[in-house]
């Protein structure tokens, strides 16, 4: 068993990936031809593996979000050589912010419109989490300047949706411009607010077959820790408007909430709050007003994978390497590679795809990467708590 995941104490597991599709990748390929996803993290680490492999499956498109123009480039070229037919852009945006995320959004409802693609083409990108008056208007999410593949014209509405973008705790920049942990904004809001603004535009559907179903995939290394937060819903409910909702906005708040934060208590904050998320928006996108998308939400925990994020977060010492050394070496460990990890989250979509072709409902479901298994969604995810949380979320999307 991955000591990590005896540590993060994950649910009970209730179902595997089918061994054909472990066996045997390539027979889910059909599931995937002809789809558009939306790799949100998509340049570096988990999100680049997992976009190569839509590609080596099959997708029709692959795009790609990062703030590395550089890797954004070597993640196009390489997805050409594997999928010559995939077509795939790479977009640069600020996601720090409430504003950053409608930004984005907003640019990709435009470039539908050739006018606006052809002069945003042409902008530059400040890095993300840029601060001051001018970072709303200057920081908008615009496409790269290489565009591999990209036609003008083509609707960019997308079925599949990843997730993997997050943040390490900066302790001397602790709180977004708008307030809030940033951990929490980057790692959890930013993902709500970015599938709600989607929906909003009409852009998380299927281009093709109103019947294709959507799949939602959300990636997060503290995920799934239900410890933290509370065992009831009362309490949980307590413990997302103390340390998600707040906004940190006197000197005076800022300072304390400077001096309480701790590097666990961060990384538990997030993993909780983003499967909260990831039910909240179950709840509000399986049951709108203006009718449910049907679509399928997942959140997976990754496991101990081999990324830049070991050395650029521990540095490159004696603990990295003995880390990694373990993690490559120790049976039991479950240590996989940037590409092994992209192929068991594309197994698990696959699994959720077949089970809806099969006529399986939609469904909020929680996953073991490493193991490709299903794991028990906890009894305080009420309905009550998720309306509440989408409820809460969306007034927070209402702030840009």
Known sequence: MNFLLDSFALGPEISRVAASVRENPTTTVPLFQNRRALVVGGTKGIGSGIALELAKRGCGRVDIVGRDRIAGTAIQTAMKQINASC?????AADLSTVAGCRAFVDTLQGKNNPDTRSTSANKSVPPAGAGGASSTAAARGQPAES????????????DLVVFTVGVWPDFANPLTPDGFNRVVFVDVLSRYLLLRYLTQANLLRSATDKKLPVAVISVLASGQKHSAGGQDAATRRSFLEQHVLTQHKTEEARAAYKE???FPKTLATA??????MLAAFFQTANSGSSGPL???VIGTFPGLVETGVMFSTFG???FSRSLNFLGRNVPGTGMQSVEECGQAHV??????LQRRQSGENCKLSFWSAVHRSERAVPEMFT??????????LDQVAKLA
């Open 347 to 352: 197994d698990v979509l696959a699994e959720v």
């Open 87 to 91: 077509l795939c852009e790479h977009w």
């Open 316 to 318: 490159d010492n004696f």
């Open 260 to 262: 309480n934060m701790v």
């Open 271 to 276: 993993g909780v709050s983003h499967d909260q």
């Open 294 to 296: 049907s679509v399928d």
């Open 147 to 158: 565009r591999t593949g990209a036609k003008a014209g083509v609707s960019d509405t997308y």
């Open 383 to 392: 309905e009550e708590l998720s309306q509440w949380f989408a409820a809460e």
